[in-house]
């Protein structure tokens, strides 16, 4: 008798809902995240073979760019509620007397780059809204014997986090008498430990002495 042979078919997978789920999470990312805002100044930071990372909070870094200028920021710790960056602020505007508004607080609280901005010229900074404006105002931090405003701006970020660590962030083509100047102003300040940000460099692997 011969034996009956059912028809096959072959496995049908209906990706309409994965593609669907991927469009939705696609376009809540779109909605929700905000773009990295570039930094004042494009730094070409030297090669080290350190693969230590840099904290993600409680840091203060010290950008220095190539033409010798000084540019900081620092986070908000890792509680937001602390909100570290506007008390820092409003520390120094009664240094200055100057007065922020709540709205000039969060402004500054919410600057996502560095800045190196004179404190005179903070409320415009932050007044302005464009991108191009903004950078017109970014000509440095004042660390002149007159007027060193960097050594407040590390003196109120301690006293504000006591927590903070010091990072610098230096071009390889930055002057050495800046660097040394910045460095004298940190140890003024009780910095004696700070972190270096390098870029990693490649380490080539030669096969044949490892064999020997």
């Not at 950078?135 to 440095?140: D, I, N, P, S, T």
């Not at 060193?148 to 008498?177: E, M």
Request: charged content about 25%.
């Amino acid at each position: 008798m011969p034996k009956i042979k059912l028809p096959t078919k072959s496995p049908h997978i209906d990706m309409t809902p994965m593609v669907d789920l991927f469009s939705v999470v696609l376009t809540f990312l779109m909605l929700t995240t905000t773009m990295r805002q570039q930094e004042p100044a494009p730094v070409d930071t030297p090669f080290s073979i350190s693969e230590k990372p840099t904290p993600d909070y409680n840091t203060i870094t010290l950008l220095l760019s190539k033409d010798d200028k000084v540019f900081l920021n620092f986070d908000n710790g890792p509680d937001t509620i602390l909100k570290f960056r506007p008390k820092i602020l409003a520390e120094m505007g009664k240094r200055y007397n100057i007065e922020f508004t709540p709205e000039e607080l969060r402004q500054f609280e919410k600057y996502p780059s560095s800045m190196g901005v004179p404190i005179l010229k903070m409320k415009e900074f932050l007044a302005a809204k464009d991108v191009k404006e903004k950078l017109a105002f970014q000509v440095g931090i004042p660390i002149d014997s007159t007027d060193n405003q960097l050594a407040l701006w590390i003196l109120f970020a301690r006293q504000v986090n006591p927590a903070i660590t010091a990072c610098i962030k230096g071009d390889s083509k930055t002057g050495f008498p800046i660097v040394q100047k910045v460095l004298d102003i940190m140890q003024e300040k009780n910095v004696n430990k700070f972190n270096l940000i390098t870029s990693l460099e490649a380490v080539k692997i030669n096969l044949e002495e490892i064999q020997k």
